[in-house]
């Protein structure tokens, strides 16, 4: 996960430097992989959906899809962070920023989404707001990650594909955290939370 500031400094290595505003996923995939987003011949869909239960974790899962594969983001609403970033990207900017960083290569793109939730106003979207609201990490890891590998095996077994027309024939699962707290500097957003779960874990 990116803060704004965060994520400028992301923007800052490309060499056209676009400019976007707000927070951003981050997350790391092979450069095949992410050439089809990059790609307008290429057939994309998009999904936001919460999952959890009523009294553990609730997960922003953030699906794209280019053809056949498909780039899934869990997102726990852990804190400040996760929420702002849920939040803004509903209700402000309207669209979701993912920075894709390319496994073996100094290069990152960004990959932009339509509107996450076509009615912010709505009641459905204001009800799921209230919930998240309400909710608030009680510190406790091991029912964190125990809660999130459920989540990630009820993923795996119900694969829904965001195009029509197109099944899902590879799937990059990544969970999204904040980075972990600076030690003596400046905070390395690359450098993971130290969970014990593989970030990009191939699950198809």
């Known amino acids: 996960m990116l803060d704004p500031v965060q994520f400028a400094a992301e923007l800052a290595t490309l060499k056209q ?7 951003a996923l981050l997350c790391e995939l092979p450069d095949r992989v992410a ?18 239960s009523e009294d553990g974790l609730l997960c922003a899962v953030v699906t ?10 869990i997102v726990p609403m852990l804190g400040p962070l996760a929420k702002n ?4 990207a509903v209700e402000s900017l309207h669209r979701m920023n993912i920075v894709v960083s390319i496994a073996d290569k100094e290069q990152v793109i960004v990959v932009t989404s339509g509107p996450p939730v076509l009615h912010p106003d709505g009641q459905e979207w204001q009800t799921i707001r209230r919930r998240l609201d309400a909710v608030a990490f009680d510190g406790d890891r091991d029912k964190f990650v ?3 590998l459920d989540l990630l095996r009820r993923l795996d077994a119900d694969v829904q594909s965001a195009i029509p027309g197109f099944a899902v024939d ?23 939370t130290g969970m014990p779960m593989p970030a990009g874990a191939a699950l198809h």
């Open 85 to 88: 970033w849920l939040f803004e």
């Open 170 to 192: 590879e799937r990059w699962v990544f969970a999204i955290t904040p980075p972990a707290a600076p030690v003596g500097g400046d905070v390395d957003v690359r450098s993971g």
């Open 64 to 73: 794209l899809q280019a053809a056949s594969t498909q780039v899934v983001c």
């Open 17 to 23: 430097r676009p400019h976007y505003d707000g927070h």
């Open 146 to 148: 125990t809660q999130l």
């Open 35 to 52: 050439r089809l987003f990059e790609s307008k011949l290429v057939p994309t869909g998009q999904s936001l959906a919460i999952s959890g």
